[in-house]
């Protein structure tokens, strides 16, 4: 029976040592971030996603294929005759989320177009415009308020500020009377204009 001994000593320690590597390799793993497996997985609720606009910008952009008449106001004259009138004429370009206009002023030669879409991807309104009297592009984004439903429109700087005292950051809101009216104004109040369909 001695001759037995070391080996079932040997026997007993082997079994000592897997219970007692079994009894660890489980704390180890729990100290890793393992834990996780042995319980059921907590849900946290996310925090609700923003809503998309394209709809309610889907309806704007709509609204605003065809003729219109407009009359623009600079600051300082409230209640008289407007300061200049015109005509723009607004057409769907590729399709419902992206138009193309033209405008006309009266009594002048002075001429301009632009682009005005939604872009679905960053949920933001974008516009370009340009003027035969002016110099350089005017670039835009903006972001819909549904419940007015207005777009408050930000300038996009293609070059440096010319001084200083210059604002960097000129805004403006077009904002959706009617199906056959709407109002483009400055947020500084240098200027306001009407539109009132024609067609």
């Known amino acids: 029976m001695r001759t037995h001994a070391p080996c079932r000593y040997r026997s007993v320690a082997l079994a000592l040592g897997a219970l007692a590597v079994a009894a660890i390799a489980p704390l180890r793993l729990a100290a890793q971030g393992n834990e996780r497996l042995g319980r059921t997985t907590d849900v ?50 590729f399709d419902d989320l992206r138009l193309e206009w033209t405008e006309q002023l009266d009594h002048s030669t002075i001429a301009g177009q632009g682009v005005l879409g939604f872009d679905p991807g960053s949920d933001r309104f974008f516009s370009s415009a340009v003027y035969s009297a002016g110099a350089a592009p005017e670039f835009m984004t903006g972001t819909l308020d549904a419940a007015e439903p207005l777009v408050t429109f930000s300038s996009i700087l293609t070059a440096p500020a010319a001084g200083p005292g210059q604002q960097l950051v000129q805004s403006s809101i077009m904002n ?10 400055a947020r500084d109040h240098a200027w306001r204009a009407m539109f009132t369909r024609q067609e």
């Open 44 to 93: 946290i609720p996310s925090a609700p996603a923003e809503p998309s606009h394209l709809e309610p910008a889907r309806g704007i952009l709509r609204t605003l294929v065809g003729t219109w008449r407009f009359e623009i106001w600079f600051a300082g004259n409230y209640g008289g005759a407007s300061d200049a009138s015109g005509t723009r004429v607004v057409k769907a370009l």
């Open 176 to 185: 959706m009377l009617d199906q056959n009216h709407f109002a483009w104004t």
